[in-house]
């Protein structure tokens, strides 16, 4: 998802400490969050590959339509890894 996201505009860089809204980043991009205990929408499934995005159009550096596009990226980059982990590509 991340290398599909960044073909459409910048992904989140960590800050100082290497987090992104408090949390430890994983991989460029990427943190893990408690989102079943912080009973947020991909915490709702127990579904094997679960995620959410987010993308800010308040960014200077991406246009609403970038964003838009950012989100199409995502959906598509998670879809094709979807198919490719469950040998349906």
Do not use: K, W
Request: charged share 15%; hydrophobic share 45%.
């Amino acid at each position: 998802m991340i290398a599909s996201v960044a073909q459409v505009t910048h992904i989140a860089p960590a800050d100082a400490q290497d987090q992104i809204i408090g949390e430890p980043v994983v991989q460029p991009g990427v943190i893990n969050y408690p989102v079943r205990e912080l009973g947020l929408c991909a915490g709702v499934t127990a579904a094997p590959f679960r995620t959410t995005t987010e993308v800010y159009p308040d960014s200077p550096r991406a246009t609403p339509d970038q964003c838009n596009q950012a989100q199409v990226a995502a959906v598509r980059g998670a879809l094709d890894f979807a198919l490719a982990a469950t040998g349906s590509a």
